[in-house]
């Protein structure tokens, strides 16, 4: 593996790649930007301007990683990498409109930019440009896959949408939830690239368990940095989820294990909107186990994606994917 500078729209993390990775990477960065062509400019202005606010590009990385571990020596694994990185950043567009978030990554959000309007049809656009270069890989196994992922995100995203300012949220239905709307996509990404490779249904199987143990501890990650994190590296703004009455896994822990103070002032918070109980309830999280408990749980997603490709062939790509679990747990920002 060799060190590499790597573009700010491309992954920053892992710092280390194998060439043959960053050259994926750098394919993807040009296939995106192709495949935003469209005869209303506007399209090209809104997609370049989340793209270009620097994602870390995990998904398409996953889709590289596993493709490349299983011995695939081809090129079709770009288009792959491209339509889920278009799935995923027309899903940023929209849950920005939904949340009404004014960052995105450190710069204002499409949404706050161009007007709400205008981030959906381009979403919309991203989502279907994305189904375009489906179809022209003539792969019902592709198309499967991903008609899955797609529909199970939205489906995430309603759940959200239904349980939002609901105290008594659990962590099971909170699993369910993150599963949906983040962990499935980093699961499509991993089955895409088993079937670039024309893996087995063992190497099906175990991608499919990394992809979805990682998005996972991705999630939950986020969910401790978004009560603990620095904005300035964050690049958006702490206690977002809490403003928006979302109860992640700090929160839920807090309400079943904080004092009686505590769940009357998350209650008054979430279902009454009191919003003089922000800092207190920002305060009492870090100071309970609760950050430490999300961490924890994230720790143990990570090992079992780990687990799951223990028999991957031992190299480059395959230390990529450890390397990767390690930076879920480990990250930032």
């Known amino acids: 593996m060799t060190p590499s500078v790597l573009p700010e729209s491309v992954v920053q993390s892992p710092d280390v790649l194998p060439d043959r990775i960053v050259s994926d990477l750098a394919a993807l960065d040009r296939l995106i930007h192709e495949q935003l062509h469209s005869n209303a400019g506007l399209v090209r202005h809104v997609g370049e301007h989340i793209i270009n606010a620097g994602g870390k590009r995990i998904r398409p990385l996953l889709v590289f990683l596993v493709a490349r571990a299983l011995g695939y020596d081809g090129y079709h694994h770009h288009t792959l990498a491209t339509i889920i990185e278009f799935i995923h950043t027309a899903s940023l567009l929209h849950d920005d409109v939904v949340d009404e978030s004014g960052l995105r990554r450190g710069v204002e959000s499409a949404n706050a930019r161009f007007g709400n309007a205008a981030a959906v049809l381009v979403g919309d656009f991203m989502q279907t440009r994305a189904f375009q270069m489906m179809l022209s890989l003539n792969n019902m196994k592709v198309m499967e896959i991903l008609a899955d992922a797609t529909n199970t995100i939205a489906e995430g995203e309603v759940l959200q949408l239904m349980n939002a300012r609901q105290v008594d949220l659990d962590e099971a239905e909170y699993f369910q939830i993150i599963h949906a709307k983040t962990a499935k996509l ?83 918070y979430i279902e009454n909107g009191v919003t003089a109980h922000f800092e207190a309830i920002m305060r009492a999280v870090r100071q309970s186990r609760a950050l430490e408990y999300t961490a924890q749980k994230a720790a143990e997603l990570s090992k079992v994606a780990l687990q799951a490709i223990e028999w991957f062939p031992d190299g480059n790509y395959k230390g990529a994917l450890v390397q990767l679990c390690h930076f879920a747990i480990e990250r930032k920002h």
């Open 186 to 268: 980093f699961e499509a990404a991993g089955r895409l690239g088993v079937v670039a490779a024309s893996g087995s249904d063992r190497a099906y199987a175990a991608a499919s368990t990394y992809g979805r143990s990682l998005g996972m501890a991705f999630q939950l990650v986020d969910d401790c940095l978004d009560y603990a994190g620095n904005t300035s590296m964050l690049g958006k703004n702490t206690g977002n989820d809490l403003r928006e009455g979302k109860m992640t896994l700090p929160l839920i822990y807090l309400v079943q294990h904080g004092t009686l103070d505590e769940k009357r002032y998350v209650a008054d």
